[in-house]
């Protein structure tokens, strides 16, 4: 007897065909991207990133707003991410240290795609993360048929929109030409705006068009068909607690020693830990603080798998969950604040330096990651806590923009040297222009202006949209004969 034939689903069409491009999605996208080749200062920090981010806000809002008629798909939710990914481009324009302000694009890229996916959707948090990348990449079939419908149009929309461009430039290549020659300040205010067109330049302005245009695209192609929301349903969960209840308690009580042991050292026992250990004092701090920061990092993952998949149906349940998760966060945040110690003992031994205060401050960030915690063991609904993880962490690295970083080391290791310990110049001379008013008030000559010279060696002149606070105030601040500099 023959076998049935078996029934194959089809399988679903892909988004991009299904979902056509909205007439306004194309013009947004080209006109971000135009302005981003414009202002955008690939190279160094700048208002133009500020400028470039506030056009690509723009052009989404409004491509949106016109493809749904009015009827926006954006919330004060949205609103609140989208600030925050400005705020973080913002930096660029008063701080002109290169490694703070990656940072900065980094978390406005998350930030920023979290103010497309408003609330959660049925993907991972990483995916919510990292939507706007993502959806620019899945966005190019999409954009491509867009591009075609609109060249294909019988009304001729198309060739007279190339025609009035290619008029439009055609006159600004004859009068501004003419008119630059005609007056010295006209010409000088045109030399100041229009940068020389070598191939390099038109190289970078096409790949800043395209990267611009696709994220724009990217954004309302998300928009356009949205993934579904997460369900307010809670994840499934064991029904036997035993094999969450048994390990979290030993850990409570490992970490309930270690903290007893703390206070003993606190009050009195540190030369006898140091005696016994026969390390300094900065080779005790050096030796426990990586370990320390690898606990936390361990605990907050038990913490998060505990809070999504641990048992809660029952009274009972809630309250070992809550007293045990409650009691490890509140253990693990005097373990951050060991870490914390330990970090600054080796830095008054040793010297202040970027990563050094990087890892404080993911320590530090971790403290209020397990203050969120103890938070949502309230009522023991946790949707909230990754977003708001993410949050505090932008928001620390706007507050550390804002306390301005290669100042605070610059400080503290003249606070050291004027204490009698070695000031490495050296180190201080690799910093950014943010550093050049502490060296200029601090340091004595000849070594201030050598390491100014070095700070500075390296600037070139900014257009206006590489415009920057510290590097136009740097250049202002005078420098000596600097005798005898290595």
């Known amino acids: 007897m023959a076998a049935p034939p078996v029934l194959m689903r089809p399988l679903p069409p892909p988004k991009s065909a299904v979902v056509p491009m909205p007439p306004a999605v194309l013009p947004a996208a080209g006109l971000a991207g135009v302005a981003a080749a414009l202002v955008l200062p690939v190279d160094r920090p700048g ?121 439009a430039a055609a006159l600004v290549g004859v009068f501004v030409p003419l008119l630059a020659s005609a007056d010295a300040a006209f010409a000088a205010v045109v030399n100041a705006v229009v940068p020389d067109l070598s191939v390099d330049v038109l190289l970078r302005w096409c790949c800043v068009f395209v990267v611009v245009a696709l994220v724009v695209a990217g954004a309302c192609y998300f928009l356009a068909a949205p993934a579904r929301r997460a369900s307010v349903d809670r994840p499934h969960r064991t029904g036997y607690g035993l094999e969450w209840t048994l390990p979290l308690a030993v850990l409570v009580l490992v970490f309930g020693l270690f903290v007893a042991v703390r206070l003993v050292v606190l009050f009195g026992g540190t030369e006898y830990v ?59 945040l005097v373990l951050v604040g060991s870490a914390l110690s330990r970090m600054w003992t080796y830095q008054e031994a040793y010297g202040f330096t970027v990563l050094r205060l990087l890892v404080e401050v993911c320590e530090l960030w971790f403290g209020a990651v397990f203050v969120l915690v103890g938070a949502s063991l309230v009522r023991l609904r946790p949707t909230w806590l990754p977003r708001a993880a993410i949050g505090t962490a932008a928001a620390a690295l706007l507050a550390l923009a804002v306390l301005d970083p290669e100042r605070l080391i610059a400080d503290a290791n003249l606070d050291r040297a004027a204490a009698g310990k070695p000031l490495d110049d050296r180190y201080l001379a690799r910093f950014s222009a943010d550093v050049v008013p502490v060296v200029s008030a601090r340091v004595h000559e000849p070594l201030r202006t050598c390491v100014l010279r070095q700070v500075l060696s390296g600037d070139t002149p900014d257009g206006w949209p590489a415009w920057n606070l510290s590097r136009s105030a740097a250049r202002d601040v005078p420098l000596g004969p600097g005798p005898g500099c290595r």
């Open 274 to 332: 140091l005696r016994t250990s026969g390390l300094t004092s900065a080779e005790y701090a050096r030796g426990g603080f990586w370990q320390l920061c690898a606990v936390t990092v361990l605990t907050l993952a038990i913490v998060a798998a505990a809070l999504r998949w641990a048992p809660n149906s029952t009274k009972a349940d809630r309250l070992r969950q809550r007293v045990l998760l409650g009691a490890l966060s509140a253990l693990s």
């Open 47 to 167: 208002v133009g990133w500020l400028l470039s981010g506030v056009a690509v806000a723009a052009a989404v809002v409004v491509a949106d707003r016109r493809s749904r008629a009015g009827a926006g798909s954006f919330t004060w939710r949205n609103a609140g991410w989208a600030v925050l990914a400005l705020a973080l481009l913002a930096v660029g324009t008063v701080r002109a240290s290169e490694w703070l302000f990656v940072l900065c694009v980094l978390g406005a890229v998350v930030t920023g795609s979290l103010a497309v996916v408003g609330e959660r959707t049925v993907n991972s948090v990483l995916y919510d993360m990292l939507a706007l990348p993502v959806e620019a990449l899945r966005a190019v079939p999409w954009a491509g048929r867009g591009v075609g419908r609109f060249a294909a149009r019988r009304d001729g929309v198309a060739r007279r929109i190339a025609l009035a461009v290619l008029a």
